[in-house]
């Protein structure tokens, strides 16, 4: 089966080429806006395909020719303050990669959605199923573009040629190696790994919860997706969610309860001065995103995660504290003399112009 990945460099990408290349059968064609050092020789054929732009339509044509099936990973999460640049990725590139899907009949096509896509979560908290409303949490610009790529997918099998769609909804997706990674999107650039030991006190909101699941089962679903040829969208984490009281525990911290108006306002003012790189809207999603109900999954699928949510939380912050990474330059190391580097060249992540 030839799979082609758009994304295959990220976290859940380089998840799901391991699981591919160890099944075995499998043709994989990676598509990343930057192809991998030492990609030859890897048993993937690379395009490099930047899908923020409104030009790239040819090269992935070309990218996605006799595909059996295409899965849509891309996506940007900084830099959080040029929301344009978030969203030409997103939703401008998930209508790129529907047009050459389109153009070239390709058969299949799995799209990588969220839990953020969800309307906010019951009064009662109790987890929803695939049926719960896709509305967006206005102040995410997350949660709106992946609603408005939900709707392109809505148009798209309404045309008469449409292929099998496949809808994946995760929870907060983690491993170890994306620990580089996420140091580099979400702390501030000049905080080594070692201050994330020297938490004392971590304020969260009562009454926050996040449905987790780790990468490597995500890319079993998918993998069992793209073998059985399933359509319809699919929730994936981990039955269990973390709690803030989890969240502090893990980062070795006392949580405070404090109002979630005085952390938002606290959060914003920081993000807005440039001296943390997330948006707010991260916060407003987090307090209002449902736990997720994975009985679709499991019951058509056969998927069962692996791991819960504290096991994921705990190696997602080890591989943090480690400054994990991978071999693709997303998932690179992070220290503080490259991203002292990045800043003088480019700027705070959350404001620079990507190339």
Request: hydrophobic residues 45%.
């Amino acid at each position: 089966m030839r799979v082609v990945i758009t994304g295959a460099s990220g976290s859940v990408g380089t998840a799901l080429t391991r699981r591919l290349r160890r099944s075995g059968g499998y043709d994989v064609v990676g598509i990343a806006r930057r192809i991998p050092d030492g990609a030859r020789g890897d048993g993937i054929t690379w395009w490099s395909v930047d899908l923020s732009r409104a030009d790239c339509g040819e090269s992935l044509q070309r990218a996605v020719r006799n595909a059996d099936a295409v899965v849509h990973l891309t996506w940007a999460f900084q830099p959080s303050h040029r929301v344009d640049y978030l969203e030409a990725v997103g939703v401008g590139g998930t209508q790129r990669v529907l047009d050459a899907v389109a153009a070239e009949g390709v058969a299949h096509l799995v799209h990588m959605s969220s839990v953020g896509a969800y309307a906010a979560k019951r009064d009662d908290g109790a987890p929803v199923d695939e049926s719960w409303p896709v509305a967006a949490v206005p102040s995410s610009s997350y949660s709106r573009h992946k609603v408005a790529a939900e709707r392109l997918l809505d148009d798209f099998e309404r045309s008469a040629d449409a292929p099998v769609v496949a809808r994946l909804r995760p929870g907060i997706i983690g491993q170890a190696s994306a620990g580089s990674a996420l140091l580099r999107y979400g702390v501030p650039a000049l905080v080594p790994a070692g201050a994330l030991n020297a938490l004392p006190v971590l304020p969260l909101p009562d009454g926050m919860t996040v449905s987790m699941v780790h990468a490597d089962d995500v890319a079993d679903a998918i993998a069992r997706i793209l073998d059985a040829g399933s359509a319809g969208a699919f929730n994936l984490a981990a039955e269990v969610p973390a709690t803030a009281d989890l969240i502090a525990e893990v980062l070795g911290a006392r949580r405070v309860p404090v109002p979630f108006p005085v952390v938002r306002t606290a959060m914003a003012a920081a993000w807005h001065a440039r001296l943390q790189p997330v948006s707010p809207g991260w916060l407003d999603l987090g307090y209002a995103v449902p736990a997720l109900d994975s009985a679709r999954a499991r019951d058509e699928l056969g998927w069962k995660p692996t791991k819960d949510a504290r096991t994921v939380l705990e190696e997602t912050v080890a591989g943090m504290h480690r400054v994990d990474s991978g071999t693709t330059d997303v998932l690179r190391r992070r220290t503080v003399f490259s991203e002292l580097s990045e800043l003088i060249r480019r700027g705070p992540v959350s404001h620079r112009r990507e190339p």
